[in-house]
């Protein structure tokens, strides 16, 4: 379709829309450049774009008992925070952050460094720690489910036979949120690894031989070589961890409902249980509003960093 | 090198191997488990699977009951269900944005620069952070529980429009300019010229398109609630809930859904991770 649009004779009756000649023949009729742009565009907006709209202004409107809705200002704000559940959900959702970005992105790390040089065997190990990751977010939830299960389990007769005994898991309000910590970082390091690792064949060779030369330590090694020259790969994937686990969702959704007794009651799960159990749109909204000023913010830092880095490079 | 420096470099390199093993025994045995009790009768699934000892990983008797039992349930028009919307997503998906991203490489346009860092705005957004006013959208236009309401949101893509411009402004611009002089029209340049080149790029963005809907969960678990349009992900999620849950049933369609999802990576892992990482960080 867009072969004959741009044929060259319709090029001569071209568009005063053009914003260089029309006798340019690098550029096209605005007819050809919205047919490249637009299905993509189009699509960005309605489904991306328009969302945050329903979001921000849906989060102004309340809803009844009887269902109906109306303007209510800051109303849904206003009643979420006064009410303890989102306090305690932004208050779980936290520490699981604070807990598991830099834990994931410390032994992605560990991982990267481990197989970083060549050696026998190495292309296994690789493959070993990044295959985790290939497992969805919900499988992974469904397999330790089972492997954790506090009857069925095989961890837990593991567990007794070595003496430790039968542990509670996801049953205990205490371990539930650091056993789901435990869960993703067993999936997310390998992928985290990928990028990292490219980042360390990226420092120049020539940084270690100076080093070596003048008799440092590996240790030395590392600490004053590899991790000022790898501040940015480990401040990219640190940012783009926390924007998926803000959005940690699936395997709360699977095994604990948020519970036990709000131990794992993420604001994603939140939302979607104003949104889907309760029918409270308003709320809900409010929550993904919230957590849409989250991400913002984890973006803007994200830029940031891309904006630095290409200052740095110029 | 002295002995002494030479039993560092040895200790070093058995400490290393140690330390690997060790973290391989803990990501690995999980999935031999998987994969192993799915194969095994259902009555020995957690008679034997979950006694401490070797049985727990070599069965002693193998059967591909549990796969067998799988046909008359729901699980092959989710697995359909699955392929179809993935499929679709990563043609349908390939095709526009490679045009958006050879558009904003070649094209010269008014408010290119501001269109652009939406583009990218939105491939910094997780998909997974709109969900709940997504279904709000999707639902007005009255395309809940359709495949629609599981393909369209996913089509557009800011990351693969952004890895298909970088390719494309990389290619020298005389290649386009020489087909333009020889009244080659732009259709005809981008579809013959351009994305094949480019293939390295399809490969990574198509699997990515593929993967992002194959391994979603909440999107698809709210947008098309009805067992006829339920995804794999979904379907599997929802066998634990029920009572009585099928064990063996749930291990079997546990390990073929991650099959599914390894057999495109491992054919192309090179491409994906040298195209995806390396433009992750430049």
Known sequence: MTDRAAAPVAASEAPRLARRRSADPMQPRTLVLLAFLLPALAFLVLFRLTPIVIAIGGSLFTQNLAGETSFGGLTNFAQLFGDERFWNSLKVTLIFNIIINPLQIAIAFGYALLVMVPGRGITFFRAAFFLPMTLSTGLTAVLWNIMLDSNLGPVNAILEGIGIGRQPFFLSEHQALGTMIAIATWKGCGYWMIFLLAGLYRIPGELYEAARIDGASRWHQLVHITLPQMRRPLAFVFVADTAINFLFFAPVYIITKGGPNGATDLLMFRAYENAFTFINWGRSLALSTIILVIIGVIAAIELRLFRDKEGAEA | ?282
């Open chain 2, 1 to 282: 090198m002295s002995v002494d420096r030479r039993s560092t470099v040895l200790a070093f390199g058995a400490a290393r191997y140690v330390t690997m093993s060790l973290i391989a025994l803990v990501l690995l045995l999980p999935l031999v488990w998987l994969v192993v009790s799915s194969l095994r009768p259902p009555a020995d699934i957690f008679a034997q699977g979950s006694r401490l000892g070797w049985g727990m990983l070599i069965p002693d008797r193998l059967t591909l009951e549990n796969y067998t039992s799988l046909i008359g349930t729901g699980f092959p028009r989710a697995v359909g269900n699955s392929l179809f919307v993935a499929l679709t997503t990563m043609v349908v998906g390939v095709i526009i944005n490679a045009a958006a991203g050879f558009a904003f490489a070649v094209f010269d346009f008014r408010f290119k620069n501001v269109i652009f860092a939406f583009v990218l705005a939105a491939a910094m957004m997780p998909f997974e952070a709109i969900v709940i006013p997504l279904y709000i959208l999707v639902q007005s236009l009255g395309l809940i529980d359709t495949y629609a309401a599981l393909i369209l949101p996913d089509l557009a893509n800011g990351f693969v429009i952004f890895m298909f411009r970088q390719f494309f402004a990389g290619l020298p611009r005389e290649l386009y300019e020489a087909a333009r002089v020889d009244g080659a029209s732009w259709g005809h340049i981008w579809l013959k010229i351009a994305l094949p080149i480019s293939w390295p790029v399809v490969l990574t963005g198509g699997i990515m398109l593929f993967m992002h809907q194959f391994e979603a969960f909440f999107w698809p678990l709210v947008a098309a609630p009805s067992p006829e349009h339920t995804l794999v992900q979904v379907a599997i999620a929802r066998n634990i809930s029920l009572e009585g849950t099928e064990w063996g049933r749930l291990f079997s369609s546990t390990t073929l859904a991650g099959l599914v999802a390894l057999v495109p990576f491992l054919l192309f892992q090179k491409f994906y991770i040298r195209n995806f990482v390396t433009s992750g960080l430049k």
